[in-house]
Nanobody, 126 residues
């Protein structure tokens, strides 16, 4: 079992920055990948970014490339999502997820992740 707890959400102005954290506990091993997804009201939950826990290789949705950075701290067992240049259309609940033995073609798929956090709200407004 893996437990995930997100934090760091809040209100930010358009163009601003915010960093989300995902603290993990339980049976977190190097075979996992960590992902960030987001869901706006009335919309599907969409992939944002992912990182392989062991190798540190990263993957991004096209919409966030160059603005968001995913990282992890193995010692703290925490994954991060640094978000810059946030857009007015990006408010959503941001979820952290963990999946085991993901292949590259599946990192953007919700069904590939076995464990999910409860989410943290990000509001972008002036």
């Amino acid at each position: 079992q893996v437990q995930l707890v997100e934090s760091g959400g809040g209100l930010v102005q358009p163009g601003g920055s915010l960093t989300l954290s995902c603290a993990t506990s339980g049976d977190t091993t190097n075979s996992y990948a960590m992902g960030w997804f987001r869901q706006a009201p009335g919309k599907e939950r969409e992939f944002v970014a992912a990182i392989r826990w062991s190798a540190g290789s990263t993957f991004y949705a096209d919409s966030v490339k160059g603005r968001f950075t995913i990282s992890r701290d193995k010692a703290k067992k925490t994954a991060y999502l640094q978000m810059k240049s946030l857009k007015p259309e990006e408010p959503a609940v941001y979820y952290c997820a963990a999946g085991q033995r993901l292949i590259q073609s599946s990192v953007g798929s919700r069904s590939a992740y076995q464990y999910w956090g409860k989410g943290t709200q990000v509001t972008v407004s002036s």
